[in-house]
């Protein structure tokens, strides 16, 4: 049974830093994308950051272009998001997603994400 367990969120102030962590069981993960989505109050779930599981190949929304870094550590089997200069618009609950690599429909669309983990919260005040 795959498993995304997500942590790290909190509550933090505009120009703070939090990193993010999401911790992946159940089956192998190669060949995998692994993608940060998030969704804020009254809004929809929209992409954030993915990363390919065997290369580390990175992608990223513009809105956090050069704030956020995505990574993975494959003997930990986690991935993170690294969140600096954050925003008040940065404030939304972070999910974890996955998705074989071989999925077709792009990267950001969180219709083609397999699995889901539950979410942390993050709120950031001005």
């Known amino acids: 049974q795959v498993q995304l367990v997500e942590s790290g969120g909190g509550l933090v102030q505009a120009g703070d830093s939090l990193r993010l962590s999401c911790a992946a069981s159940?089956?192998?993960?190669?060949?995998?994308?692994m993608g940060w989505f998030r969704q804020a109050p009254e809004k929809e779930r929209e992409f954030v950051a993915s990363?390919?599981?065997?290369?580390?190949?990175?992608s990223y929304a513009n809105g956090v272009k050069g704030r956020f870094i995505i990574s993975r550590d494959n003997a930990k089997n986690t991935v993170y998001l690294e969140m600096n200069n954050l925003k008040p618009e940065d404030t939304a609950a972070y999910y974890c997603?996955?998705?074989?690599?071989?999925?077709?429909?792009?990267?950001?669309?969180?219709?083609?994400?397999?699995?889901w983990g539950q979410g942390t919260q993050v709120t950031v005040s001005s």
């Open positions: 997603a996955a998705r074989p690599d071989s999925t077709g429909g792009t990267y950001d669309l969180g219709s083609t994400y397999r699995y």
């Open positions: 159940g089956r192998p993960f190669g060949g995998y994308r």
């Open positions: 990363i390919t599981w065997n290369f580390g190949l990175t």
